[in-house]
């Protein structure tokens, strides 16, 4: 069956540090592969989007990439700040017929001043 | 309006009572979806609208969930003689179409439900 893994463990990281977050899958021939932050009570905010024949994509001081061999995205917040703790969700969209994202459970980050 | 509106934000009900639970989408987003989130888990898929029809239901966990949308806007989930299993954090979020999977989906912050 599909799978989507996200580290369960939270990432505590010093200010101005790189985050990497990492989101493998199994089972799954993505399309497409979306990345969102989610704060506590509130629900997810889209970030970054990245397709099936893209390697990487920049949107200031995030970085996503996906290689669809090692069935895995990296998601990067450089010179991050305690404002970037939170929880970022993977969510995979197939090509074809379904327009369904499936989710990941997220990983929590935290950004220590 | 500018985002997606969910509402109660929080309801407290009686087991074996029904809910209903409201989302308002972005004016002009086609596409609806409705998740549940659980403490400490992920997004369940429950619904999916495209227009005001549903073409995949596949993720309601059972005959007592059941959900409308009309005029392509409002979209009501309702939920029949709840169980505490029932409890959870429901999520809307709508999308351009089927292109949104291209652009991203919007998010409401949710119906927190607790059956007592």
């Known amino acids: 069956s599909q799978k989507i893994e996200q580290n369960s463990e939270a990432l505590n990281i010093q200010e101005g540090k790189t985050a990497t977050l990492t989101c493998n899958y199994t089972n799954y021939s993505p399309a497409y592969l979306q990345w969102y932050r989610q704060d506590p009570g509130r629900g997810p905010v889209f970030l970054l989007l990245i397709r099936e024949n893209e390697k990487e994509k920049r949107k200031e001081r995030l970085k996503v990439t996906f290689d669809t061999t090692l069935k895995q995205s990296l998601f990067h917040i450089t010179a991050s700040q305690p404002a970037d703790s939170a929880t970022y969700l993977c969510?995979?969209?197939?090509?074809?017929?379904?327009?369904?994202?499936?989710f990941g459970r997220g990983t929590s980050l935290i950004v220590h001043p | 309006g500018a985002g997606v509106s969910q509402s109660p934000s929080n309801k407290v009900t009686e087991k074996g009572k029904d809910v209903e639970l409201r989302c308002d989408p972005i004016s002009g987003h086609t596409a609806l979806y409705w998740y549940r989130q659980s403490l400490g888990q992920g997004l369940e898929f429950l619904i999916y609208?495209?227009?005001?029809?549903?073409?995949?239901k596949s993720g309601l966990p059972s005959d007592r969930f059941s959900a409308e949308r009309t005029g392509e806007s409002v979209s009501t989930l309702t939920i029949q003689r709840t169980q505490q299993e029932d409890s959870a954090v429901y999520l809307c979020a709508s999308g351009m179409g089927t292109g949104a999977r291209s652009y991203g989906y919007t998010f409401g912050s949710g119906t927190r439900l607790t059956v007592v």
């Open positions: 969510a995979l969209l197939p090509s074809g017929g379904s327009y369904i994202p499936t």
């Open positions: 609208f495209q227009g005001n029809s549903a073409p995949d």
